[in-house]
């Protein structure tokens, strides 16, 4: 079975500087998912990557999906208090997705920003 | 457009007892997925649903199931409950596709229900 190790496991920043989180599979990516999770809450959705070499930007953060490393990084610039919380990367095993939403996580990441 | 909803947002119950969480999905969804989430396994994947069908299982006993109704809105029961089935158990929709090749879809999260189990 595919598994995802995310590291660093946790990440304490001062407000301002960049950083990255990286995610490696053990199998094949056919489709890497990033989360951000609040403690005891849903997962909200950042980026979703598919094909290798891809790149993605929303606001700050950016993806990027190594597929012959099979291997994911998560790159926040100039880090803010709202980044804070857990990054999750997922991903589904099967090739065409057809693992019916069964997504495979990391263990997590847990960001700390301080002001 | 309404997220995906989730009840109740909490529960406590005893060692013995069975319980039932329910879904709605966003509007138009037809696929759910459970999951379950502890301190020490992290997300794990219990089953998905789509147009009233199990598509999909996890390695979770038996004790856990999940039906789906007409409307795309599921419950996932638990009998038995024991002490480590203490976790927050989310679930998910996507669109769904019928057969063929399924590209990949991403999965909108609800904020989970809370289950102690003392």
């Known amino acids: 079975s595919q598994e995802l190790e995310q590291s660093p496991q946790s990440l304490i920043v001062q407000e301002g500087k960049n950083l990255t989180i990286n995610c490696t599979s053990s199998?094949?990516?056919?489709?890497l998912y990033w989360y951000k999770q609040k403690y005891g809450e849903g997962l909200i959705f950042l980026m979703m990557?598919?094909?290798?070499?891809e790149e993605k930007s929303h606001e700050k953060i950016t993806a990027k999906l190594d597929e012959k490393k099979q291997q994911s990084s998560l790159h926040i610039t100039a880090s803010q208090p709202s980044h804070a919380g857990i990054y999750l990367c997922?991903?589904?095993?099967?090739?065409?997705?057809?693992?019916?939403?069964?997504?495979?996580f990391g263990q997590g990441t847990i960001l700390t920003v301080h002001p | 457009k309404a997220g995906v909803t989730q009840t109740p947002r909490y529960l406590i119950k005893t060692r013995g007892q069975q319980v039932t969480l329910s879904c709605s999905p966003i509007?138009?969804?037809?696929?759910v997925s459970w999951y379950q989430q502890t301190p020490g396994q992290g997300l794990q994947f219990l089953f998905e649903?789509?147009?009233?069908?199990?598509?999909n299982k996890g390695n979770f006993p038996g004790r856990f199931s999940g039906r789906q109704f007409s409307n795309s809105r599921s419950e996932m029961n638990v009998s038995t409950l024991e002490l480590g089935d203490s976790a927050l158990y989310l679930c998910?929709?996507?669109?769904?596709?019928?057969?063929?090749?399924?590209?990949?879809?991403?999965?909108?999260f609800g904020s989970g229900t809370q289950l102690s189990v003392l």
């Open positions: 998910a929709s996507s669109p769904g596709r019928t057969g063929g090749s399924v590209s990949n879809e991403k999965l909108f």
């Open positions: 199998k094949t990516l056919y489709g």
């Open positions: 990557l598919q094909k290798g070499g």
């Open positions: 997922g991903a589904d095993g099967a090739p065409g997705g057809t693992s019916y939403g069964k997504l495979t």
């Open positions: 509007s138009g969804h037809r696929s």
């Open positions: 649903y789509f147009s009233e069908t199990q598509r």
